[in-house]
């Protein structure tokens, strides 16, 4: 795992800037202490990291389960109470990871899930404007659509100006200097950012026009001494243990957490440079360990995270140090260094956000999904459409409502695959036959299937009686490729236009012209 530190350890300083405000501003909007969202990303790095077996997926609090978190904490009366759903929470998803649910995940077609990213890229955005302008109003108002427009009204000039630089140095360093030398790989443009924008404020703090106000920078509890730092923890209250409404609300926690974890976890891996593939029952099984410990000490419900995942991989995460680094830097921060991140203008991490959400909503996507054809693009617009203008479940509802559709439209019957096993010349030979028509309800068993391959082995695929083929399936054969390449597995295609080994593009190779 420390083979390549040189490349998580810069990754984990990246995730650390980006999950500090995330965590703070996810506890402000869940109506609880501003500490538990920090305690909850802690333990969703060095806990969940630890036991997932994700390489480049990070934990913590998230967005999408806040308004449940406000209802929870309204409706039970207190956040001790609370505190005992998040335990029992916890204790579902163990049991979830141990029933092996983790297959759910798979049955999400890659439209949904690229709707997802989407539409979540947009929300970052749309939410980062009153930070990165230092809108000057209730601090509330900056999680709601009316706050957004009311910060063009009330522009603080040093916020502004702070993140404008900070947006240069995060663009130059992306698209230039990380060409130019090594250094600049090793020294993250954010980190860089974060110094200017402490630097920027330190120098300008008696200034007239471009002071920052203290509203705009990060707040982290400075605890004075170690018992205050204690006394920051809350526990759970078992009062409540024979109470139906909390048994509802720890089911709801653990349903709503595992959906978005398996979605996350599926968005993540088709993110993942090496198109490594994440054992989602242990997932399971770590995230609900994670919420278990959070819940114990007074953190939020934690499921893996998308925005700080794309982070991770963007600024070269490898391997699980990562995530757990990033846990190991948040935990040394509000012990050692709480005054100086509350030197920290929100303005440029907002900077930060608005380039993540940029990278998972390109414009280039939306024409992407188009030429793919309305079987594709329609579920993928619904999705970001519902993410915008409703929120992450009912967009991933509406788009998965919209596929199953269209599949039904399409019409499918027995979307099965069949396989055998050969011995050649010392060289095992697997071959299998895709049935007439093959949709996203086989990916999970096409995965299983293709991750089983030893190295040195054959692989021989026989599409010609093959008449529709997902583009869901291509792409998992597109991402298999590279890693066939690293286990040295050849791989041979029989179509109706041929035999041809190892396809440099499967897109291609299964494009069937069109018939009067």
């Known amino acids: 795992m420390f083979k390549q530190l040189k490349s998580d350890l810069p990754a984990s300083v990246v995730v650390f ?48 389960l806040a308004a449940i978190v406000l209802a929870a904490i309204a409706s039970l009366g ?29 049955y999400f077609p890659s439209s949904v899930i690229k709707g997802m990213l989407t539409g979540i890229g ?22 709601s659509l009316e706050g957004i427009g009311n910060a063009f009204n009330s522009i603080s000039v040093g916020a502004t100006l702070i ?6 140095i995060l663009v130059l360093w992306d698209s230039v200097l990380t060409k130019k030398s090594k250094i600049f790989r090793l020294i993250q443009g954010p980190l860089v950012a974060v110094v200017v924008g402490i630097v920027f404020f330190l120098l300008t703090r008696d200034s007239a026009m471009f002071a920052i106000d203290e509203k705009f920078l990060v707040n982290v509890p400075v605890p004075d001494s170690f ?92 391997t699980k140090l990562s995530a757990i680094l990033h846990g190991f830097l948040l935990l040394i921060s509000v012990i050692i260094i709480p005054t100086i991140l509350n030197y920290i203008p929100l303005s440029v991490l907002a900077a930060v956000l608005f380039l993540v959400g940029y990278k998972l909503a390109k414009p280039q996507l939306f024409v992407q999904m188009y030429k793919a054809g309305w079987k594709q693009f329609v579920p993928f617009m619904v999705t970001v459409v519902g993410i915008i203008f409703g929120d992450l479940l009912v967009g991933i509802a509406m788009g998965l409502l919209v596929g199953i559709c269209v599949i039904l439209i399409k019409s499918y019957q027995n979307s099965y695959f069949l396989h055998k096993e050969d011995v050649e010349n010392g060289q095992k030979t697997v071959k299998m036959r895709l049935a007439e028509e093959v949709t996203f309800i086989n990916k999970g068993a096409i995965i299983k299937e293709l991750n089983r391959l030893e190295e ?17 399936i291509i792409e998992i054969l597109d ?7 690293e286990k040295n597995i050849n791989i041979k295609i029989i179509s109706q236009r041929g035999t041809v080994d190892n396809p440099p593009s499967y897109q291609q190779f299964f494009m069937r012209p069109k018939t009067a």
């Open 78 to 106: 207190s956040y001790q109470d609370f505190l005992l759903a998040v335990v029992l929470a916890g204790a579902m998803q163990i049991l979830f990871g141990v029933l092996r649910a983790g297959i759910i995940g798979y």
């Open 227 to 318: 018992d205050s730092f204690i006394g920051q923890f809350t526990f759970p209250s078992f009062k409540l243990i024979g109470s139906a409404e909390i048994w509802v609300t720890a089911f709801t926690i653990a349903l709503v957490a595992s959906l978005e974890t398996l979605l996350c976890v599926e968005a993540t891996d088709k993110l993942d440079p090496h198109k490594r593939t994440t054992p989602t029952n242990r997932e399971l099984f770590a995230q609900g360990t994670g919420n278990l410990i959070s819940g114990f000490i007074g953190g939020l419900p934690i499921t893996q995270v998308i925005v700080r995942s794309s982070a991770n991989i963007q600024s070269g995460g490898q």
């Open 122 to 143: 947009i929300i970052i955005i749309i939410k980062q404007i009153p930070h990165f302008f230092g809108y000057d109003g209730n601090i509330g108002d900056i999680y």
């Open 479 to 485: 991402d298999f490729r590279i890693k066939a390449e």
């Open 17 to 64: 800037f980006v999950a500090l405000p995330l965590c703070l501003g996810i506890a402000l909007a869940s109506g609880a202490p501003l500490f538990s969202g920090l305690i909850a990303g802690i333990v969703g790095g060095i806990v969940v990291g630890a036991i997932s077996g994700s390489n480049v997926g990070v934990s913590g609090p998230a967005a999408g």
């Open 456 to 472: 040195n082995s054959n692989l021989i695929m026989d599409v010609s009686k093959t008449h529709y083929l997902d583009s869901d």
């Open 163 to 168: 993140a404008l630089i900070g947006m240069g």
